[in-house]
């Protein structure tokens, strides 16, 4: 079966900037037949995100994540449905999850390296277990709770920089739920602003770009 995936070309070097020219799209053919506990996925959503342009070095620097390899596909967090499958864990159908999904249009892989999700949660927005119901939510979650000290009803207000990206957006809102009295975003557009406060319930965003950071942090968290 011919397939389309994307693979890495080139690396940009440690402090290059990437382009479309790193990576290069390319067919491919999948075995016709499944080995047992193999699954045959068909991509719907893909994740883009920050750690990746570590994957694009030779060595990531940390020890979590593993570097892209030359002129094979890439992978990181992906959404499919499960075509067909040798894995009694797996059934046509289900919408499946993992965090080391290739870049290609279908895939076989192991059906123990998959999570099953159900897709009742996220109202049919598969996207969603790619950002907020998924590592990125997490990672929100975990800071929040393992790192940001917040006491409930202790009138605390939470700073966030890097506020209007995929995990600060969601741990203001974490910290407004766990008790936060306020929550101040730090982003880099008026646009971002806007929907920091009407989208995502902060209770004000402060533009990097335009705003003395200081002296608004000052007049919008008077008490610290
Ligand atoms: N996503 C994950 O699951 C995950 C897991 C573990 C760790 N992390 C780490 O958490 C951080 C945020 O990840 P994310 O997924 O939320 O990324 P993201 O969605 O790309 O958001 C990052 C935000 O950082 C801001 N930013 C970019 N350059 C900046 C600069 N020079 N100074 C200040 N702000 C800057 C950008 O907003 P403005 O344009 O508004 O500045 C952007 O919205 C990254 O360091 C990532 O490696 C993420």
Redesign the pocket.
Known sequence: MPVQRVVLNSRPGNNGVPVPAHFRLEETTLAPDLEDGEVLVRTLCLSV???MRCRMNEDTGVGYVTPWQLSECVDGGGVGVVESSRCSACSEGDVVTSFNWPWQTKAVMKGSALQKVDTQVVDGHLSYFLGAVG??G??ALLGVREKGNVTKGANQTMVV????????SVAGQIGRLDGCVRAVGI???EE?CRALVEDCGFSAAIN?RKEDIPAKLQELCPMG
């Open positions: 995100d920050p750690y590592i990125t997490l990672t920089s890097g506020a209007a990206g995929a995990c600060g982003c880099g557009s971002k990097y």
